[in-house]
Structures are given as structure tokens and as C-alpha cells.
């Protein structure tokens, strides 16, 4: 148990968390590192890639895989972990429904499984997206497969396992999406982001909020195990 000391006075701190990362080059997951690297009570962040992360810091520690899916020669490397965020994404505009499911069911599931097998006590935390078909029976593909790979995560055992639905995100602190055209859909409208985000209310959300609502969650649980925007930005 560590101590830290706010306004004045010692309190006692929780103890600290040691977090796994996947997706860590992505919008969500750059704010997800970031309030990670600037939590005190975050130990250590392991980044799971295919690429360097392009950052440095004394708590950030990276495992390049070729499939990052594919946990099976680091296995040693993800015990003892108390929580994984999961920001692995990928729009589906343009992919057919096989490619589409090997990335988002398949790869996700393939980790998932593994950090189950090797560390049951961890929390995972999934980011999927607002309408997201729990029933796994929509007609809308990319909700279809993301419904699927949700109800398959939440049935495996860990200690916790929790969804996240962002819809419309607004990045903040520099942090950009790999996705060209969000990129440019992002630079048109910044000039009225803060009214769009002003009339979203509780149902937008940005990069920061996201993150910082993902540690709490690792920390304490949340009362829903699949959270809409109004859920994580409240807790």
C-alpha cells in the first residue's frame, strides 16, 4: 500500500495498478496511455502492438507481436497484471464481413482468451462503439460482429469484464485518429466541436474522459457491465 499526500494531508492510496494495452497507436487508446502515464497510482502500462507506441516514458513498456491476437510466445509477460484495456478498432467501410470479424471478433477473442487462462483475477475492458447489437442479429454488419464479440467477451472469466460505447468522441491534448477521413471530418468541424459536444451532452464524450473513466472502472467495477456514453461519463 502506497501513500500520497493531497491538500496538505496524507491519504491513503489504493494499491497500484499494473495495466495491459492493446491499441495504444489508436484515438482512444493514445488518451487511454495518456491518463495511464499521468495516474500516479498506474505502476506500469505494457503496450501490445505491432509497431512501437512512438513514446517514451519510465512506466511504458511495449511487446511487438506480428499478431497481437497471438499471445501465446509472451504468455510469461501478461501474468500478474490487474487490468487490460482493449482499444483495438477498425472502421468498416469498405471491408467485407470475413476481414472484418477476423480483426474485430477473432483477434480480440484470441488475446482475450489467453490473459483469461494466464490471470483470471484481471479486469478487461473492452471499447466497442454506441450501437453495438447485443442480440447479435442486426442487419448492420459491423454492429452484428461487434454485438457478437461483446456477449463472447463478457462470458469468459475474469474478475470483471466491462464494455465501453463511445459514440462521438472529440480528441483532445493533440491526439489524432489513424483514420484519414476522420482525421479530415475532425479538421472541418473543429471550429464548432465545442458547440456539437455542448448539444451532444452526455452523450459525447472525449479522449480524456474515456481514459479516466476505464481506470476508475479497473479500480472499483461499475454497476453496468456495458456502459453508453451517459454511463462512463458519469462514473
Known amino acids: 500500500m502506497s501513500q500520497r499526500t493531497v491538500v496538505g494531508?496524507?491519504?491513503q492510496a489504493g494499491p497500484l495498478l499494473k495495466v495491459i494495452l492493446f491499441g495504444a497507436s489508436g484515438m482512444v487508446g493514445q488518451g487511454v496511455l495518456r491518463e495511464c502515464l499521468l495516474d500516479p497510482e498506474v505502476e506500469v502500462v505494457t503496450a501490445?502492438?505491432?509497431?512501437?507506441?512512438?513514446?517514451?516514458?519510465?512506466?511504458?513498456?511495449?511487446?511487438?507481436?506480428?499478431?497481437i491476437g497471438d499471445l501465446s510466445t509472451v504468455e510469461d509477460q501478461v501474468c500478474g497484471y490487474d487490468a487490460c484495456f482493449f482499444c483495438v478498432g477498425i472502421a468498416s467501410a469498405g471491408m467485407k464481413e470475413a476481414e472484418y470479424r477476423r480483426i474485430t471478433f477473432d483477434l480480440t477473442l484470441n488475446a482475450a482468451r489467453?490473459?483469461?487462462?494466464?490471470d483470471p483475477q484481471m479486469t478487461f475492458i473492452y471499447v466497442s462503439g454506441m450501437g453495438a447489437d447485443s442480440t447479435?442479429?442486426?442487419?448492420?454488419?459491423?454492429?452484428?460482429?461487434?454485438?457478437?464479440?461483446?456477449?463472447?467477451?463478457?462470458?469468459?472469466?475474469?474478475q470483471g469484464v466491462y464494455v465501453f460505447r463511445p459514440g462521438v468522441i472529440q480528441p483532445l491534448h493533440g491526439i489524432q485518429s489513424r483514420t484519414a477521413l476522420y482525421r479530415f471530418?475532425?479538421?472541418?468541424?473543429?471550429?464548432?466541436?465545442?458547440?456539437?459536444?455542448?448539444?451532444?451532452?452526455?452523450?459525447?464524450?472525449?479522449?480524456?474522459?474515456?481514459?479516466?473513466?476505464?481506470l476508475k472502472v479497473a479500480r472499483y467495477g461499475a454497476p453496468k457491465r456495458v456502459l453508453e456514453p451517459p454511463d462512463f461519463n458519469s462514473v
Not at 512506466?59 to 499478431?67: F, M, N, S, T, V
Not at 489467453?114 to 494466464?118: F, I, P
Request: charge should be positive; hydrophobic fraction near 45%; glycine fraction near 6%.
Open 9 to 11: 494531508r496524507e491519504e
Open 48 to 67: 501490445i502492438a505491432r509497431n512501437p507506441v512512438g513514446q517514451k516514458h519510465a512506466k511504458l513498456r511495449e511487446i511487438l507481436l506480428p499478431d
Open 114 to 118: 489467453t490473459l483469461a487462462k494466464m
Open 136 to 158: 447479435a442479429r442486426s442487419s448492420v454488419m459491423w454492429a452484428r460482429v461487434r454485438g457478437e464479440t461483446e456477449n463472447a467477451l463478457l462470458q469468459l472469466p475474469f
Open 185 to 214: 471530418f475532425y479538421a472541418v468541424f473543429a471550429p464548432i466541436t465545442p458547440l456539437i459536444m455542448k448539444m451532444l451532452g452526455p452523450r459525447g464524450s472525449t479522449t480524456e474522459k474515456i481514459g479516466l473513466a476505464m
